[in-house]
């Protein structure tokens, strides 16, 4: 196929991709091409596809709210969608007040402005933010700014805020060291606390875009032990873990942490459709309450908050999560086996499972997002019906929830020739 005269794609080199196949239906976790061919989306299309492509009771649900109400301005109004969302997403994360955006960076970005907003409409001097190496958090200037410096933000640096940085102690299968490289990180983490500081941020046990790098629970718990009892606030950027990824429905239950905000996007809407919300405490909340001070309110809001279909979606998908836990909950019992051969393989190095998440390193030159031996792992894994993107060198299953034995098998097998074949 040739690029389309009119489109821009994100995050692509046109000068050195093929031109992208154009997608004519999806259903499952099958994605089907205009030429007849059919792919597992074994990514589920950027991590957003949680149960499957067009799965019928979400589809249903939209299209009921889309005939009662598609959209209404949501300072002055409210709606029953938004307040039943609000309602379960409260119970589900411990936090209670929930504040809708459209995508994952504006809900890192909102998270970032109301911890740092919170702290000034106390008077307080805390103005150190930290975040970790590898971090990703999105694409818009703050998320920028608190993710690690990369590829995605050398264009901007001069343009990006401070933000103090710990060591990721990322572990794998036979991992030795790790106690040691967390024990160090720990300890940079208790110095960098010696300043007084606004908050934390943190993708939960794995850290996605910089190559599905996973940390030990205990890990995270010490971290937000440490950030807690220090007083700063404790943001987990649950965009890419959230429901269902790690096997629990957030990673911070998987840990055992509560933190003080939480970013929620990509699985929210079961995939369908671009929301995200960012949850607080209801003690962050009675910090922006002043009947005297209008600088103390949240100036912040999205045309589309609490889109009546979206959050429609939202409560179809909850629905099909709370029915069926086995099926996030018994997905790494699913990798297991299959990441196991594979981790006999000469090429394979750092195998790593959580949840429905798989990876490991392709042992072929540095350990980069522009390792080009990503892109010779995708070409013949399409060709064996298996669409994946790898991280550079990094290659990883996130699948649909619906995935089948049978597909999963065909994932691995298409791996495994193409490790054979390298
Ligand atoms: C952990 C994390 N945070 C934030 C984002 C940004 O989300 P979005 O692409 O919806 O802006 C991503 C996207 O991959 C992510 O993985």
């Not at 119970?91 to 998270?111: H, P």
């Not at 993710?147 to 036979?174: C, K, N, Y």
Request: aromatic share 8%.
């Amino acid at each position: 196929m040739a690029w389309h005269p009119h489109l821009w794609h994100p995050i692509t080199q046109v000068a050195r991709s093929d031109a992208p196949q154009r997608v004519v239906r999806a259903q499952g976790s099958l994605l089907q091409l205009e030429d007849g061919r059919e792919l597992i989306d074994a990514i589920s299309s950027w991590w957003v596809t949680l149960h499957g492509h067009a799965e019928p009771s979400i589809a249903e649900a939209i299209g009921r709210q889309a005939q009662q109400l598609e959209q209404v301005i949501f300072a002055n109004f409210s709606h029953s969608p938004a307040e039943q969302l609000a309602s379960r997403l409260s119970a589900l994360t411990g936090l209670e007040r929930l504040f809708f955006s459209d995508n994952g960076s504006s809900a890192v970005e909102v998270a970032l402005k109301m911890a740092w907003q919170w702290w000034r409409n106390q008077g307080s001097e805390r103005r150190q933010l930290i975040a970790f190496e590898g971090a990703y958090h999105g694409d818009t200037f703050g998320a920028m700014a608190v993710g690690d410096r990369s590829v995605f933000t050398e264009a901007f640096e001069d343009l990006l805020f401070d933000v103090t940085r710990l060591p990721w102690p990322a572990t794998h299968w036979g991992d030795e060291q790790v106690e040691e490289r967390e024990a160090a990180a720990l300890a940079v983490l208790s110095e960098a606390l010696q300043t007084p500081t606004a908050a934390l941020i943190v993708e939960p046990l794995i850290q996605g875009a910089a190559g599905m790098r996973m940390v030990r629970p205990q890990f995270l718990k010490a971290v937000a032990e440490l950030v807690q009892s220090s007083g700063a606030l404790l943001i987990a950027d649950e965009v890419m873990t959230g429901f269902g990824r790690t096997g629990a429905v957030f990673a911070c239950q998987r840990a055992g942490i509560q933190p003080d905000l939480v970013a929620l996007s990509k699985g929210l809407t079961g995939g369908f459709l671009p929301m995200a919300v960012t949850m607080a405490s209801e003690r962050i909340y009675a910090g922006f309450i002043s009947e005297s001070e209008p600088t103390a309110t949240f100036f912040h809001g999205h045309s589309f908050t609490a889109n009546p279909l979206g959050c429609a979606a939202a409560l179809a998908s909850l629905d099909l999560l709370e029915a069926n836990p086995e099926r996030y909950s018994g997905f790494e019992a699913r990798h297991q086996p299959h990441l196991t051969a594979l981790s006999n393989h000469p090429k394979v190095l750092h195998a790593r499972c959580t949840g429905t998440v798989a990876a490991f390193e392709l042992d072929a030159g540095e350990t980069s997002y522009l390792n080009p031996i990503g892109k010779t792992v995708q070409r013949h894994c399409i060709e064996q019906g298996v669409y994946l993107r790898p991280l550079g060198n990094v290659v990883y299953l996130l699948p649909p929830l619906c995935t089948s034995d049978a597909q999963l098998e065909q994932c691995y097998e298409a791996l495994r020739s193409c490790l054979d074949q390298l």
